[in-house]
């Protein structure tokens, strides 16, 4: 699955395993990172900085937005997902890999 993996300056940004918050195998291939996951396979957006001064994220996944901003305090790293609001309740629930694309192109 091609992921836009992020490390620039004092900033990560990573997907990892919902359960373990591991994040998951990376691999390049032509300038484009692919994370190896299985199909069904349920993730968090993990973004982790180490800068000085306060973030405002906002979130895209396959190119439409996930529907709410988030910030950051310097040296904070964090976990989003779908995150919603009910009730006086907050949750933040994990994406998950609807389509696999394969790694490499394959040639016979």
Not at 86 to 102: E, I
């Amino acid at each position: 699955y091609y992921a836009n993996m992020v490390k620039q300056g004092n900033l990560t940004v990573e997907l990892v395993d919902a359960v373990t918050e591991e994040p998951f195998k990376e691999h390049t291939y032509y300038g484009k990172t692919y994370v190896e996951v299985e199909p069904g396979a349920e993730y968090f957006i993990q973004v982790t900085s180490q800068s000085e001064e306060e973030i405002l994220w906002i979130f895209y996944v396959d190119g439409e937005s996930l529907g709410y901003w988030s910030h950051q305090e310097p040296g904070e790293s964090h976990i989003n997902g779908i995150f919603s609001h009910r009730d006086g309740r907050k949750s933040n629930t994990a994406l998950k890999f609807a389509r696999v694309q394969a790694q490499y192109p394959v040639s016979n």
